[in-house]
């Protein structure tokens, strides 16, 4: 008996703790998920035009944090990142990639990393960790 009583003051604890809360709808839900699904899907694009057109380049590891997201299990990262291309001058970029949990410590703050750049926009780069 004593085990059910403490199920239902649970269940009022949590109902007052999301009073005023509104739960999103299970089409909410769908319309966030199909986003994220297109969001990756543009990113997988985007790598593999970068993989077959862009310029080799490297890129210094400025900052980095977690942006919250997971894909299968792998964090996307922010990295802010100094690319330069054909030994030219250093630009800054801010990029989010999405990185093998096990890759994390080959790109951490002030580590050099080679890095695709797509030719006709230098903002697009592609990190090359697995």
């Known amino acids: 008996m004593g085990f059910f009583k403490e199920l239902k003051d649970l269940k009022k604890n949590a109902d007052e ?3 005023g809360q509104k739960r999103p709808s299970l089409m909410d839900g769908m319309k966030q998920a199909n986003q ?4 990756l899907q543009g990113q997988q694009q985007s790598a593999q035009h970068l993989m077959t057109s862009g310029v080799d380049a490297t890129a210094t590891v400025q900052s980095l944090m977690s942006t919250g997201k997971t894909v299968n299990m792998m964090p996307e990262i922010q990295f802010v990142l100094d690319v330069s291309v054909g030994g030219g001058a250093p630009y800054s970029v801010t990029h ?14 002030g580590m050099t990393v080679p ?3 797509d030719p006709a926009d ?9």
């Open 36 to 39: 994220a699904m297109e969001d």
């Open 96 to 109: 989010s990639q999405v990185v093998s949990p096990v890759s994390i410590p080959m790109v951490q703050m």
């Open 115 to 117: 890095v695709k750049v």
């Open 122 to 130: 230098q903002q697009q780069v592609y990190l090359l960790v697995q």
């Open 17 to 19: 703790l999301t009073k």
